[in-house]
């Protein structure tokens, strides 16, 4: 079964950090482009991050420049987001996504999501 | 003025046929742009539909019903997805996307209410 499970959320203090993860199955990871994108609950869609296949193509929302870094471990089949001075305006339900790109960049849809895990910035 | 602008709620009877429609900002040209479109229903994660750009290029999300589809009207600068058949399964929100400038661009979600 395809899948994306993503963990590490939790509710955290303004100004400190956090690491999502998500742990992917069911298809070869290293083949496409991985995303994170984020939700206020009752809200809407945003992108966050994106990264290809090999790490070697990165972009970032203007929102979190500077403050998150994505990565990914290929051989762990595994996804990640550090992110960094959080702010009450990070508090959203994050997803992870995969790329349908072909050969591994980004660019296309998104056609895998987890069932995201929710990240509260409060004092 | 939002890259991409969708009405925030549309109503229609089961059976039925819906238009949602997701009009780009003026200077951004939709024949020159894949729309992606995705479902969420409450609870859950979104799922991809389709994606559109022409007839001649275009893409069915894997499993997706044929009763989802996607089109553009040039003349409303929009991308247009058509759901013939509603269902009451159709009640969701609905949201599109383009990359612009090199990042995903999303448009604010439109409720479709099937009733």
């Known amino acids: 079964e395809v899948q994306l499970v993503e963990s590490g959320g939790g509710l955290v203090q303004p100004g400190r950090s956090l690491r999502l993860s998500c742990a992917a199955s069911g298809f070869t990871f290293d083949d496409y482009a991985m995303h994170w994108v984020r939700q206020v609950p009752g809200k809407g869609l945003e992108w966050v991050a994106g990264?290809?296949?090999?790490?070697?193509?990165?972009a970032y929302a203007d929102s979190v420049k500077g403050r998150v870094t994505i990565s990914r471990d290929n051989a762990k089949k595994s996804l990640y987001l550090q992110m960094n001075s959080l702010r009450p305006e990070d508090t959203a339900l994050y997803y992870c996504?995969?790329?349908?790109?072909?050969?591994?960049?980004?660019?296309?849809?998104?056609?895998?999501w987890g069932q995201g895990t929710m990240v509260a910035v409060s004092s | 003025q939002a890259v991409l602008t969708q009405p925030s709620s549309l109503s229609a009877s089961p059976g039925a046929s819906a238009s949602l429609t997701c009009t780009l900002r003026s200077g951004i040209n939709v024949g020159s742009y894949r729309i992606y479109w995705y479902k969420q229903k409450p609870g859950s994660p979104p799922q991809y539909l389709l994606r559109?750009?022409?007839?001649?290029?275009?893409?069915?999300g894997s499993g997706v019903p044929s009763r989802f589809s996607g089109s553009t009207d040039a003349s409303a600068n929009a991308g247009i997805l058509l759901i013939s058949g509603l269902q009451s399964e159709d009640d969701a929100d609905y949201y599109c996307?383009?990359?612009?400038?090199?990042?995903?661009?999303f448009g604010g979600g439109t409720k479709l209410t099937v009733l």
């Open positions: 996307m383009i990359w612009h400038s090199s990042a995903p661009v």
């Open positions: 559109y750009k022409s007839d001649s290029d275009n893409q069915q």
């Open positions: 996504a995969k790329d349908t790109g072909a050969y591994g960049d980004y660019g296309s849809g998104f056609d895998i």
């Open positions: 990264i290809n296949w090999n790490s070697g193509k990165i």
